[in-house]
């Protein structure tokens, strides 16, 4: 496979409504960054979509499962970012996809590494990945850093004050489940408006455990810890997902 199609770089402006009340961009903005260039890269190499079985219908797409993203800098408004993106190995269901997010002058801003499998859109179930991947090259380069499946964000079983959110309509992708990004946003959502006001979010890890579509709430219960907080979000006492988001102590806002 030709070395441009190993590798892909996306290009994204942060836009006014990207930015918070810093003037910059949240990594829920970079996370949809992320995902933008994976679909692109995924399109690019024509694995966007992947059949499945003998039948016409028998079709596969990739799924999310875990995404841990970590950043230094967040950009600003109007700030130019790039996305690298490569598929690195698969092991067993899963196949692992990494990232390196630079600013306009190349400088390293913030780096994720993500695993997905192929979901049955008959079954809605994971399925096998299908034997062509396994002739696919990957690049020679080291992950940004190791992400072990095992070793997930923990449980929280109580919280003080849980919140709710509605699952809606436009929370879904075109798989027609709630998009991944939404579990980042109502972890970062049930956090305390005054821890929000005195720290940046500056990372998170998402482990998914189950899909969901519109219509049902979701509830999330947090409990801080030493970098930020662990959140669990469920539906029906079936859980959804486990998320940890990491913060920092944030400087003066500073209106747009």
């Known amino acids: 496979m030709s070395s441009d199609l190993l590798f892909h770089r996306d290009p994204f402006r942060v836009r006014a409504y990207e930015a918070g009340l810093d003037g910059r961009a949240s990594v829920l903005t970079l996370c949809d960054y992320l995902q933008e260039a994976a679909g692109n890269h995924a399109l690019a190499r024509g694995f966007a979509r992947l059949a499945l079985g003998t039948g016409p219908e028998a079709t596969g797409v990739w799924v999310l499962r875990r995404l841990r993203l970590e950043a230094t800098r967040l950009p600003a408004w109007q700030d130019t970012v790039t996305v690298e993106t490569w598929a690195s190995h698969h092991q067993g269901l899963r196949a692992f996809r990494e990232y390196v997010v630079t600013d306009d002058s190349g400088a390293q801003i913030a780096a994720a590494t993500s695993s997905w499998f192929v979901l049955d859109l008959e079954r809605r179930r994971p399925a096998r990945l299908p034997s062509l991947l ?3 090259e990957a690049p020679e380069r080291p992950r940004p850093f ?23 309509h436009t929370d879904l992708d075109l798989n ?21 006001q005195t720290h940046a979010c500056m ?19 947090a409990d801080t810890r030493a970098d930020g907080w662990v959140h669990t979000v469920r539906h029906a006492g079936t859980v959804l997902a486990r998320v940890a988001t990491h913060w920092v102590p944030a400087g003066p806002s500073r209106p747009v």
């Open 134 to 136: 396994s002739t696919v």
């Open 203 to 221: 990372g998170f890890d998402l482990f998914i455990e189950h899909e969901i579509g519109s219509g049902p709430l979701v509830d999330v219960h």
């Open 176 to 196: 027609g489940h709630a998009n991944h990004g939404r579990f980042v946003e109502w972890a970062m959502e049930s956090v305390p408006a005054a821890y929000v």
């Open 146 to 168: 190791a992400m072990d499946d095992r070793e997930r964000p923990p449980l929280v079983s109580d919280a003080e004050h849980p919140s709710s959110f509605l699952v809606r």
